[in-house]
């Protein structure tokens, strides 16, 4: 819930374009997480949109991660992002252990469709969870409170 210290981000694999990666410094920044899934329409349309944000927020303290699902294999993700210049963190999701939904990480987050995006402030407290354009919003507002 919004205020409450946020679920921490462990997937079972950090990835990038380039296949698996080490795990992105959080501390102190704005945490912007796209939960999403390869095989989801949605997903894949506000992609564009995603990497725009990303390259907008470059130089502040901001970090945006796609945490996917869990059903996928660190090789896939990385051949999707290589061939969608995606150049953010992405991470896959571990299984829930009850196997049900997308992931552990997504349960801990109540997260039952996709895309959901969840903004986490420097504090590490959840500040947003919803949909992607007010999602921007209020990342660009913990950022702009931060600068001053």
């Known amino acids: ?49 995603l990497q725009a944000l990303a390259n907008v927020f ?31 963190q992405l991470a896959i999701d ?6 049900l939904g997308f992931g552990a990480t997504f349960k801990a987050y109540g997260v039952r469709a996709i895309p959901r995006f969840v903004v986490i402030d420097q504090e590490g407290r959840i500040a947003y969870i919803g949909r992607f354009k007010q999602a921007a919003v209020e990342a660009e507002k913990l950022l702009t409170k931060a600068k001053k």
């Open 94 to 99: 571990r299984p829930a252990g009850d196997s």
């Open 58 to 88: 470059a130089k502040d303290n901001f970090l945006l991660i796609g945490l996917h699902e869990s059903s996928a294999e660190v090789a896939e993700v990385a051949e999707f992002a290589r061939k969608q210049s995606m150049t953010f």
């Open 1 to 49: 819930k919004v205020g409450q210290a946020a679920p921490p981000l462990a997937p079972v694999a950090w990835v990038n374009a380039a296949g698996q990666s080490a795990p992105p410094d959080q501390k102190g920044k704005v945490v912007f997480v796209d939960f999403w899934g390869i095989y989801c329409g949605p997903c894949i349309a506000e992609l564009p949109e």
